[in-house]
C-alpha cells in the first residue's frame, strides 16, 4: 500500500468514527425584527439578545448554525434592512438546511390580522416611516418549500384585527450526548412545521424591558430551565400559558401549527375513535384536512378547503376542528364519496371567516359530514351529538 493510499484510508475511518460530529444534525437559527421602532425597537432589541444567548447556550455550537455568524448561511442585515420581506425570504430560501435538519425563524415586532390572516407589520422599503403588512402565510410557505426535517415559525406580535388597504403589487444520524434533551425533543426529534404567535386573535402582546417581551422570556426561559427535559411543543406551549396566565397577562399563544397529533399522522395505532354518529357543529371552524397516505392540508379559505376535498386522492380523511366555546381542537374522521365535487363528497357547508379555516354552518343529512368518527382519546373530552 503506498503512503497516499494509506494516509486516504486512514483518513476515511476517522471520518466514520466521527460521524456523530461531522455529520450531526444541524439547527439553522435565525432572529430577527423591528428594531427601528421608536415605542417597541429597544424591547424588540432586548428580545433578540435575550434569545440568541438561550440558543447559545443550550444547543452544542457544532449543532447551531447561526444567520450572518457561519459563513455558509450569510445574507442581508434584516434589522436594518431597507427591504424587510425580500431580505427575510431571501435569508431562508438561500439557507443549506440538510433533510435531517431544523430551521428555526424568531420575529418580534408589531402585528395583527385581517381577512387574509395573520401578518406582521414591516418597514416599507420606499417609505422607512411608514410600515407595510408581511402575510404569515408568505414566511410559512418559504419555510414549506426547504426540505427540512422540521420548520419552526416562532412570532412575537399582537394579532388584533386590523383593517387597510394593501398594495397588491408588494407582496438522519443519532443525536450527540451533548445535546440537551429539551432541544432535541423541540427541534430535532420532530417533523412538521411550528407555526405560533405570542398572543391569539384580538389580543395584544406585551413588552416588557431587559427581555423584549413575556412571551420571549416564558418561551426561550423554559429552553433554559428546562434544558434537561424531554417536552413535546404542546408541552411547552401548556407552560408558556401557564406562566401567562399566573403573571395575569391576557394573552395566550396561537398554534397554527404544531408537530404531532393529527397533522403529523393521519392514523395512530393507538387511536380510540366513536361510532359514526356525529358531526361537525355549526359555527366551530375546519382548519385542516388529513387525507390518508397524501398530507395535512391548512385551511384558510372555503375555496381552498373545497379543493382539498374535491380532490383528495384517498376518500380517508380526518378534519381538525377547533370548538367555538373552548377554542380546543378535536378531530372527525369520515369516507368520502366518490363525486368530484366538495359538497357531493362530504356534504358539509362551510364559509369565510376572519379566524384560521372556514366556519362550519351546516351539513346534509345523509352526507359523510353527518356521519364522521370522532377521536374519544383527542383533545376535547366530550363532543355534542
Known amino acids: ?8 484510508t486512514v483518513t476515511f475511518f476517522l471520518i466514520l468514527l466521527s460521524g456523530n460530529s461531522l455529520y450531526a444534525q444541524k439547527i439553522y437559527f435565525l432572529a430577527s425584527g423591528d428594531v427601528r421602532d421608536e415605542k417597541v425597537g429597544q424591547f424588540v432589541q432586548d428580545g433578540l439578545e435575550f434569545v440568541n444567548d438561550v440558543m447559545s ?20 442585515n434584516i434589522e436594518r434592512s431597507r427591504n424587510v420581506r425580500h431580505d427575510l425570504l431571501k435569508a431562508i430560501e438561500n439557507c443549506p438546511v440538510g433533510s435531517n435538519d431544523t430551521i428555526f425563524i424568531y420575529w418580534c415586532g408589531h402585528g395583527g390580522y385581517d381577512q387574509g390572516g395573520h401578518f406582521l407589520w414591516i418597514r416599507n422599503p420606499s417609505n422607512l416611516d411608514a410600515l407595510t403588512p408581511m402575510r404569515r402565510a408568505d414566511v410559512v410557505n418559504a419555510l414549506e418549500k426547504k426540505n427540512a426535517r422540521l420548520k419552526v415559525f416562532v412570532t412575537e ?13 408588494g407582496f438522519g444520524p443519532e443525536a450527540d450526548d451533548a445535546v440537551p434533551p429539551i432541544v432535541r425533543s423541540l427541534l430535532l426529534e420532530p417533523r412538521g412545521l411550528v407555526n405560533i404567535n405570542s398572543c391569539s386573535p384580538n389580543q ?7 427581555f423584549g417581551g413575556p412571551f420571549t422570556y416564558f418561551l426561550f426561559g423554559a429552553l433554559y430551565d428546562q434544558c434537561n427535559r424531554s ?8 407552560v408558556v400559558d401557564q406562566q401567562a396566565a399566573q403573571k395575569k ?16 399522522s393521519p392514523v395512530r395505532r393507538d387511536d380510540v375513535w366513536s361510532d359514526p354518529i356525529f358531526h361537525p357543529e355549526r359555527g366551530d371552524r375546519v382548519i385542516e384536512v388529513a387525507v390518508l397516505d397524501s398530507g395535512t392540508y391548512e385551511v384558510n379559505s372555503v375555496s381552498e ?12 380523511i380526518i378534519l381538525t376542528i377547533v370548538d367555538q366555546h373552548t377554542g380546543n381542537r378535536y378531530y372527525m374522521r369520515t369516507t368520502l364519496g366518490s363525486s368530484g365535487f366538495s359538497s357531493s363528497r362530504l356534504g358539509l357547508q362551510t364559509s369565510n ?21 370522532y377521536l374519544k382519546n383527542g383533545d376535547v373530552q366530550e363532543v355534542r351529538r
Open 1 to 8: 500500500m503506498t503512503l497516499s493510499r494509506l494516509i486516504y
Open 57 to 76: 447556550e443550550v444547543v452544542p455550537s457544532d449543532r447551531l448554525v447561526v444567520y450572518n455568524k457561519s459563513s455558509n448561511w450569510s445574507g442581508s
Open 157 to 169: 406580535s399582537c394579532n388584533v384585527y386590523q383593517s387597510f388597504e394593501v398594495d397588491k403589487t
Open 204 to 210: 395584544t402582546a406585551k413588552a416588557c424591558e431587559t
Open 231 to 238: 417536552m413535546s411543543w404542546q408541552e411547552i406551549v401548556k
Open 249 to 264: 397577562l391576557q394573552q395566550r399563544v396561537y398554534a397554527w401549527s404544531l408537530p404531532g397529533g393529527a397533522s403529523e
Open 305 to 316: 378547503f373545497d379543493n382539498i376535498i374535491a380532490n383528495a386522492p384517498n376518500p380517508s
Open 353 to 373: 371567516t376572519s379566524e384560521q379555516g372556514v366556519r362550519v354552518d351546516g351539513y346534509a343529512k345523509g352526507s359523510p359530514a353527518a356521519k364522521c368518527q
